[in-house]
């Protein structure tokens, strides 16, 4: 089962990732069903913990700007090729094994991809098509 908080600014937290305590300007104590209504004015995401592992649901939300799937079971980004506003994505302890669908994401500034099934070729080649983003491999 999922707790899922939904915050004034386009913010949605599921599941464990939500810290007691949290910002305002992240998340507030009001819990809403994982039905997410205006999917085109959500910005910030976190699936983080969750034992999700398609994430292709994630394709229609264009206004995303922060996106955890850490520790969670995705493989397959293609989803994400198309969020052309997201800035932070992290993706530590996933089962990311192909970042070729990152590689449109020119507005990316930090992805987080640690213990995940990457090359450092690919990392590489990733850097080379993203030269603005700060990469943690």
Same mark, same amino acid.
């Given at each position: 089962?999922?707790?899922?908080? $939904?915050?004034?600014?386009?913010? *949605?937290?599921? %599941?464990?990732?939500?810290? +007691? %305590?949290?910002?305002?300007?992240? *998340? #507030?104590?009001?819990?809403?069903?994982?039905?997410?209504? =205006? +999917?085109?004015? /959500?910005? $910030?995401?976190?699936? %983080?913990? !969750?034992?999700?592992?398609?994430?292709?649901?994630?394709?229609?939300? @264009?206004?995303?700007?922060?996106?955890?799937?850490?520790? #969670?079971? *995705?493989?397959?980004? &293609?989803?994400?090729?198309?969020? &052309? !506003?997201?800035? $932070? /994505?992290?993706?530590?302890? @996933?089962?990311? !094994?192909? *970042?070729? +669908?990152?590689?449109?994401?020119?507005?990316? =500034?930090?992805?987080?991809?640690?213990?995940?099934?990457? #090359?450092? =070729?690919?990392?590489?080649?990733?850097?080379?098509?993203? +030269?603005?983003?700060?990469? $943690?491999?």
């Amino acid at each position: 089962r999922c707790r899922c908080q $939904w915050g004034r600014h386009g913010h *949605v937290a599921i %599941g464990q990732g939500v810290e +007691p %305590g949290a910002s305002e300007n992240h *998340v #507030t104590e009001r819990q809403q069903p994982l039905a997410i209504g =205006e +999917p085109d004015k /959500l910005q $910030w995401l976190d699936l %983080g913990g !969750n034992q999700i592992s398609d994430i292709s649901a994630l394709a229609r939300l @264009t206004k995303l700007e922060f996106l955890n799937l850490s520790s #969670t079971q *995705v493989s397959d980004l &293609s989803p994400l090729a198309k969020l &052309s !506003n997201l800035e $932070w /994505l992290i993706l530590d302890d @996933t089962k990311v !094994n192909n *970042v070729t +669908p990152l590689e449109s994401l020119t507005r990316l =500034e930090k992805l987080y991809i640690r213990d995940a099934a990457v #090359t450092n =070729e690919q990392i590489s080649k990733l850097q080379i098509a993203l +030269p603005n983003c700060l990469i $943690w491999h």
